[in-house]
């Protein structure tokens, strides 16, 4: 049945639904419904996206499809009926998509509660949340974490709780019914065990996003009906001033469980937890984040603050080491030039000695060579003249004493013996 508002009460729950447009928008995208299946009872909250038109149809063909699949059989392993539903669900939003250009990139979340005896089995898409109010503690806690790209980076440290509620890129989320064939919803994969006077909240954003977690404890803890508590959370999140978004809310109530204390996941946000609040069990499948295309309504991007810190790091260590061997190796190259230059200046100064020692060996050859042919020549004019001294001395002996033409004639030629002016 379609929750603009409904009851459901028997034995172990209590329940009660309503959706309104809100003070902004022109129609409602969010869609919600319940069924008594098989396998229990059934709860689901959709928040479609992709225009007025687009983002209705994809909320409502997800809630008749997320029924149908149940209402079709009793599923002995529910964790897989619930996975094959929302893929169902996908499946035929796509399909709707195709067939019809108008609804082009319409998508939707999706929250499912089934109730099966005193267990809750949960799976979901999206960013719209499903809450667990402890009767025994007082306290609200966030059993699912939104798929989203804020989250992520609450995730990360990069972002504190605080601000995440206010941030401008608060609506865009990694994953969506209707945007890609292949889908990984997350479903718990151990069943959620309440306690008595526990209550299940599933909303979509636009109550989670106009009443803060706090606003939202103070109402379920208030002593109204299931009924009151739904009107007073819709009615806070639609005053003046708020109401920007299509509002739903389901509310509900464990009237009879065996368990003394509840079994849950906390995702609270660390500004909300204190020493006092006890552990509790994570039972979450994680996924992959995966990217979806951003409709009109919702701006659905890929998670790239995840991506490129860690191609960032991975970029920084690879560069770290080829930048170590780069410089390892440069220095091995740098140091054999070094050692060949260093012998061949040693080679060149051997050289340049040797050479000089030839040359130094050369120049006193050619010196020698010199001194002993200018010696030659000495030696020549001197044996010459000595040899015409004694011709000179012989004529002398023969006319002794006597003055004769050659006497006379012998001087000048002796005078023509003088090498020297030769």
Known sequence: MNCEHYIVSNTNIEAYGLSITGQVRQANEDS?????????????????MGGHVGGATASRIAVEQIIQHFKAQHYPNIYQALHDALCRANIQIIGAANAEPSLKGMGTTACIVLVDGNDAYIAHVGDSRIYLYEEQK????????????????VDMGQLDDRDAEHHPRKNVIMKALGIKEELKP???????????GDMFLICSDGLSGMVDDDGIEAILSSDQSVEQKVLDLVTNANVPGKGLDNITAQVIKVVESPYPLSNHPDHNPNWRNDSNSNPTLDLTKESDPQPVTPPKKKKVKLLLAILIPAIALMLLIGGGVAAYFIWWHGKEKIEEPIQTQQVTSEDEEQQKDENNTVEG??????????????????CGVETENADQEKKTGKEVKKEDGKKTEKETKSKPKSKGFNFGKR
């Open 138 to 153: 007082k306290r609200l806690f966030r059993i699912t974490k939104d798929h989203s790209f804020v989250q992520s980076l």
């Open 361 to 378: 060996k050369n120049q006193q050859n050619e010196n020698n060579k010199v001194e002993e042919s200018q010696q030659d020549g000495q």
């Open 186 to 196: 997350e479903v718990f994969m151990s069943p959620v065990q309440p306690a008595k």
């Open 32 to 48: 919600c419904g319940f069924a008594t299946v098989p396998n229990g009872e059934l709860f689901v909250v959709c928040d479609g």
